[in-house]
């Protein structure tokens, strides 16, 4: 692959050679032995090895800065006041959310550079909200059409400055965004018109979830965005933002006019992304702890079912998460506060009572299931950190 200086970057093609041939983590079927888990602790809980998420962090970071492109991660995973710190005391140029809500947590909590990455309806109470938060914060949102743009507009009427926005770009996932350049165009006329800013383009590659499709999706994302920048130059827009978000292409699409990478689940990781091969079987850092309640010949039932877990199961997986005490398990079957657990002939044999940790199938859901987790320290100390934007889904 070759080298860039920063702030010089590839074009769409080079994207997609690099995307071919830049190392990644070998993809495995599930994550490796987990660190020692703490004792003591009240099943089902949702611990956090702090190590791993700095690790996490850092590694990314590390990779963006030497490419002269910005991090903008994306907190719907963590909804952490104290992770989103970490990941800008590391060097991220400001946070990416889902919802008003996510972005009102994190305004309050004084982080206030903010990207709000969905097309946002602002009729109602979410108008009145839209207007609280963008005299309060350095706000940016996502749109994808007319209608939209002229509701936030109405929405930020009379404020004292105005609202930039990025026009949302589909790249093949085809849940939103703009089908085309000529769309892009249109809607940022709208939107210019009604005074909004226009001065990005971003797109999300979420069909990357499928193994082996990172690197055309990083092409596709690369390729969406400079067509879709490009038609807006020439209608005389000033594109400053280039945006492109996932974690299975954190870095493959990370090329030509890219400007910020918004990655979200990179920073706990989860069972989904080792077997894609984004993250390495060392890497997730979060795991739901759970005790054994019922034990026979090859199976087991743990306190930890499907409100602890999640029903989250890709086609690429089997089971509802990956238990490395017990190589070769397979949850098979959920209930409310029951995971059920078919064990593998002459493997391990489960105790009533004995302590596993399960590594999600997707940690997103996982984590707005509780208020607060158990963060482990290197020392092995546990300190209990509030998931501050639980529940903040709009």
Not at 254 to 277: C, H, M, N, S
């Amino acid at each position: 692959m070759p080298e860039h200086a920063p702030g010089c970057k590839a074009g769409p093609r080079d994207a997609y050679a690099a995307a071919m041939t830049v190392s990644a983590p070998a993809p495995g079927p599930s994550p490796a032995p987990l660190p020692a888990l703490p004792g003591g602790l009240d099943t089902p809980t949702l611990v956090v090895f702090v190590e791993r998420v700095l690790a996490n962090i850092a590694r990314l970071q590390t990779d963006l800065d030497a490419r002269g492109i910005a991090l903008r991660p994306h907190v719907k995973t963590h909804k952490s006041v104290r992770i989103a710190r970490m990941q800008l005391d590391a060097g991220a140029r400001g946070l990416t959310v889902g919802t008003l809500g996510e972005a009102e947590v994190m305004a309050s909590a004084g982080l206030r550079d903010l990207f709000l990455a969905y097309p946002l309806w602002a009729e109602g109470a979410k108008a009145a909200r839209l207007r609280a938060l963008h005299d309060n914060a350095d706000l940016r949102v996502g749109i994808e059409s007319v209608a939209a743009a002229e509701r936030l507009a109405a929405a930020i009427a009379g404020s004292r400055r105005p609202l930039h926005v990025s026009i949302e770009v589909d790249s093949g996932l085809h849940r939103t965004g703009v089908a085309s350049p000529d769309e892009a165009v249109t809607v940022a006329r709208a939107a210019a018109a009604a005074g909004l800013v226009v001065d990005g383009v971003f797109t999300h590659g979420g069909h990357a979830y499928r193994p082996g499709a990172a690197g055309a999706v990083a092409l596709d994302e690369v390729s969406a965005l400079e067509r879709t920048a490009s038609a807006l130059d020439a209608a005389g827009f000033e594109v400053t933002v280039v945006s492109a978000g996932a974690t299975p292409t954190r870095t493959l699409s990370a090329a030509g006019r890219v400007t910020e990478i918004r990655a979200g689940t990179y920073a706990l990781g989860d069972r989904q992304q080792v077997a894609l091969g984004a993250m390495a079987p060392d890497e997730p850092a979060a795991v739901v702890v759970t005790t054994v309640v019922a034990a026979k010949v090859g199976r087991a039932v743990l306190d930890a079912g499907a409100k602890a877990l999640t029903k989250d199961m890709p086609s690429f997986v089997e089971g509802y998460g990956a238990i490395p005490a017990w190589p070769g398990a397979i949850i098979d079957k959920l209930n409310d506060y029951h995971g059920m657990v078919s064990l593998p002939a002459g493997g391990a044999r489960a105790r009533i009572g004995e302590v596993v940790g399960v590594v999600p199938n997707h940690i997103c859901p996982v984590v707005d299931l509780v208020s607060s987790f158990a963060a482990v320290g290197a020392d092995g100390r546990v300190d209990h950190w509030a998931v501050d934007a639980r529940g903040r889904s709009g």
